[in-house]
């Protein structure tokens, strides 16, 4: 199964990484020197933009680059909690009981019947 890239995602993680900032569009693209309507562009999903220039954002915004492709920020001790969680949520409950006794052998506890 082929997975998509969802720039409107990207551009989403982008936006909010920038306000949790403080900086405007016009502060982050002279940062990386950019034109400010691609930016913006970029933030409402309209624009694809390259890794060269995700990796140029993710610096000056100190975001993880993983985080604004995927949304996840592995440095964070916790967060397979939130992963897991929503594997698990869109599981059938036979699936969800096959994963749980999957977790139980890995962790050496009981299985559920």
Known sequence: MEKQID???????IREARKKKGWS???LS???DIATAFLSRVER???QINLKR????SRALDVPLEKLITGVDTSSEKYLDK???SIL???SPDKQKLIYNIAKIVSGSDLVG
């Open 30 to 32: 002279e940062e990386i």
């Open 89 to 91: 949520i869109n599981c």
């Open 83 to 85: 992963e897991l969680y």
């Open 45 to 47: 999903g309209h624009s």
């Open 54 to 57: 995700l990796a140029q954002i």
């Open 25 to 27: 569009q016009e502060k």
């Open 7 to 13: 720039y409107s995602l990207i551009g989403e993680r």
